[in-house]
């Protein structure tokens, strides 16, 4: 099974380092700064980093790349749409890749980016997501270059994964994510509870991911736009009735924004 640890980077980015302790060789996950993935290898010698997965070309995600490529001679992965530095397997939707002797399909996700992709590793014990910036621990991505409909969509792919999958987004936002939760759904005990949690261990200076989709399910209002409630609040902060899942999601992403 990988052994994955997150490398913190810049204020609130995770580089996700997918290790294979036999083989001491590792895989780094949207490296936006170069740095903490070589401070890590400087403290680990005899361990070798053969691969490098983007999920979309933002810089915070793609800026150390050329550094750990041109020292490493890492193969770069990442989405066929997007303009990535040093990549060398441009990747679409349905694709799938192997590293560290596991399989990644690749999902394409688009919203947050145009041309952004997800990794999605089908372990049968415990499956992993790898969703940079699209689908968040109680949240979701902001709209830069993609559709409210596209990113609807997109977690729509996402949240028919299985229930057991394992979260590995790329931002320390779950507790602003969880403030907005609860004035979405200020009745729902799940996220009461989870927001009490997160609390805890940000005081204690500890992460929070990764998630879980069953959690995600309870408790990410993105995730659950066709429930009563949420569209009933959605509809009241938007001053209209909204019809559709996909029509609550956009208010929903809208009243996030200037949240």
Known sequence: MLKIDALPAFTDNYIWLLQDPEQRTCVAVDPGDAGPVQAWLDAHHDWRLTDILITHHHHDHV????????RHGANVHGPAAETIPGRDNALTDGQS????????EV???????SGHIAYYHDDP???LLLSGDTLFAAGCGR???GTAAQMFSSL?????LPANTRIYCTHEYTLSNLRFAQAVEPDNPEIGERLEQV????DAKRITLPSELRIEHGTNPFLRSAEGAVAAAASRHAGRQL????NVFAALRAWKDSF
């Open 63 to 70: 800026g150390g790349v050329l550094q750990l490529k041109e």
């Open 243 to 246: 019809d559709t899942p996909e």
């Open 125 to 127: 014990e415990e499956p």
């Open 199 to 202: 609390i805890r261990l940000r």
């Open 97 to 104: 890749i192997e590293v560290l002797g596991h399989r990644f």
């Open 156 to 160: 729509q792919r996402l949240a028919a």
């Open 143 to 145: 709209l830069f270059e």
């Open 107 to 113: 999902i394409e996700v688009p919203g947050h980016t």
